[in-house]
């Protein structure tokens, strides 16, 4: 991947606040949106739900799962040449209190101060997406397939 692709990568993910999350719902795929908050190194994304949303069900049941972020619409001719990128990986829900979810709630918060109030709901909680590979799409002909490594190397763009 050139330099100017890791950089637009590098971009959607920090710039971009929600995300299509892909789970399996009864064998069957199922999509909803979600928002986001990745740390520095893209090594980790994390999502905050509540267990009474069927993703929450769903990555409970099966913890593979896809986010597929993208750049936002800005009315061109070609829609398709929009960047985006679909990061699979593996769901791991966070307890509160854990070692390590002080910093994690202090990022989102500083992403999405209005989601204060949700942290007073038990039935929510956070959700580490570990990826594990994906496509990005950077534009016409432009895809590479993704791994943790080339996240990770995006991440310093």
Known sequence: ???QSEKLL?????????????TLRDEKPHASMVAYVV??????????????????MD??????????IAETDDGR?????????????????????VPGYTPIKDLYLARFP????????ADFSFWRINPKGGRYV????????ITPEAL????VR
């Open 1 to 3: 991947m050139d330099a």
């Open 10 to 22: 590098a971009h959607i993910i920090r710039n971009t606040r929600v995300a299509s999350l892909a």
């Open 39 to 56: 740390v520095d190194d893209f090594s980790a994304f994390y999502i905050h739900v509540s267990r009474l949303a069927q993703h929450t």
């Open 59 to 68: 990555m409970l049941r099966d913890k593979n799962v896809s986010l597929l």
């Open 77 to 97: 001719a070609d829609p398709l040449t929009l960047a985006r990128v679909s990061v699979r990986g593996t769901a791991e829900q966070i307890q509160n209190g």
């Open 114 to 121: 209005e989601a204060e109030q949700l942290f007073k709901l």
């Open 138 to 145: 950077a534009g016409f002909s432009k895809a590479y397939n």
């Open 152 to 155: 990770k190397k995006a991440s």
